[in-house]
């Protein structure tokens, strides 16, 4: 990844397993399509998941290391729907990601040197331990970024937005993405999982957008995705407005 310009079309989205990117799909297709060049950031390889059979069922007795092979072709397939352009991922441990300095370092640098214009990640109220973890992490690392200071990293840059995605627990939005021309994209994108997502997923995924869509009370508006603003990082709504336009409302 080349560094890029101060006013570069650039987002980052920091997930932490393959599959998370789901929970953003409809809006990054949308950004992708107004010209953003999107990087993802997966923390693990998700290795410590479980397997859907042909019948649907899940099994943790499976070989790991053919699961991670399968869950790294599977982002690929999705990625590519997406619109996703570079993805990468940090090696970290599956249910285990924690706060080290180290890897502070390695997102501020991550940061600097991309410059985006939003930064994605997983919602702090998630249920999952690896999401709330990491969405600590990236926030302590957006804002170090903008420090003076540590100049081996690069020069200090602050991110103009940054949000949290609503993963499998409902969240109250601060903001929405209307995403319905995106919807049947975002199906095939959430398609590719095959040892992860299955109808029980999908269905969820899917009632939670139709419901926020609803509220935004607009016409035409069938499905949105849903998104946090973290805590010390308020929104720069004249960046919201010139990224998004209508497609967003703020609460």
């Not at 924690?98 to 919602?123: C, D, G, H, K, Q």
Request: one cysteine or more.
């Amino acid at each position: 990844m080349a560094n890029k310009a101060q006013n570069s079309l650039n987002v980052l989205v920091f997930t932490a397993h393959p599959d998370d990117h789901l929970c953003a799909a409809g809006t990054l297709m949308f950004l992708r399509d107004r010209g953003f060049e999107i990087c993802e950031i997966v923390a693990t390889g998700g290795e410590k998941g479980t397997r859907l059979d042909a019948a649907g069922k899940r099994s943790t007795a499976v070989d790991l290391a053919a699961l991670v092979d399968d869950r790294k072709r599977e982002i690929g397939r999705a990625s590519e729907i997406i619109g996703i352009h570079h993805s990468a991922f940090l090696g970290l441990p599956d249910s285990e990601v924690s706060r080290s300095y180290p890897l502070i370092r390695r997102l501020m640098a991550i940061i600097r040197r991309e410059r985006p214009v939003i930064i994605f990640t997983m919602s702090a109220s998630d249920e999952h331990h690896d999401h709330r973890a990491l969405a600590y992490i990236v926030a302590e690392a957006v804002d170090r970024a903008s420090w003076d200071g540590y100049p081996e990293l690069g020069e200090p840059f602050r991110t103009p937005m940054l949000l949290a995605m609503e993963g499998m627990r409902r969240i109250v939005p601060h903001v929405t993405v209307n995403i319905t021309p995106y919807l049947a994209r975002k199906r095939q994108a959430a398609a590719a999982y095959l040892t992860q997502v299955g109808p029980d997923e999908l269905r969820l995924l899917e009632a939670m957008n139709v419901y926020h869509g609803f509220f935004q009370r607009e016409p035409g508006v069938g499905a949105a995705e849903a998104f946090e603003v973290p805590a010390h990082f308020p929104i720069n709504l004249s960046a919201l407005v010139s990224t998004f336009g209508t497609a967003a409302q703020s609460t």
